[in-house]
């Protein structure tokens, strides 16, 4: 069992940066593969990046590519989503995912999530 608490939310200026940080706990946080997601209102969730469980590859969605980081420090249990260069079109509440993927994108294939925080990007 993995239980995830994402922080680092907030608001922004469209060109701003934020670090989201998503927490987890259990020992086996090291062995799954992590994911952003995200939700506008009145969209579905998408995916953002996702990462390896050890760390080795990375995956973005095409909207983020450039802008976008995902890192892990499996020491402190922790997956980070670094944003540059923000858009208002970034405004969503932010998920963290765990789980054993085979594609990283595939929202249904992660097992955990957490409760999101929101991002605001103001124009």
């Known amino acids: 069992q993995v239980q995830l608490v994402e922080s680092g939310g907030g608001l922004v200026q469209a060109g701003g940066s934020l670090r989201l940080s998503c927490a987890a706990s259990?020992?086996?946080?090291?062995?799954?593969?992590m994911g952003w997601f995200r939700q506008a209102p009145g969209k579905e969730r998408e995916f953002v990046a996702a990462i390896s469980w050890s760390g080795g590859s990375a995956y973005y969605a095409d909207s983020v590519k450039g802008r976008f980081t995902i890192s892990r420090d499996n020491a402190k249990n922790t997956v980070y989503l670094q944003m540059n260069s923000l858009k208002p079109e970034d405004t969503a509440v932010y998920y963290c995912a765990a789980g054993g993927v085979v594609t990283p994108s595939n929202i249904y294939e992660y097992d955990y999530w957490g409760q999101g925080t929101q991002v605001t990007v103001s124009s």
């Open positions: 259990g020992r086996t946080f090291s062995s799954y593969a």
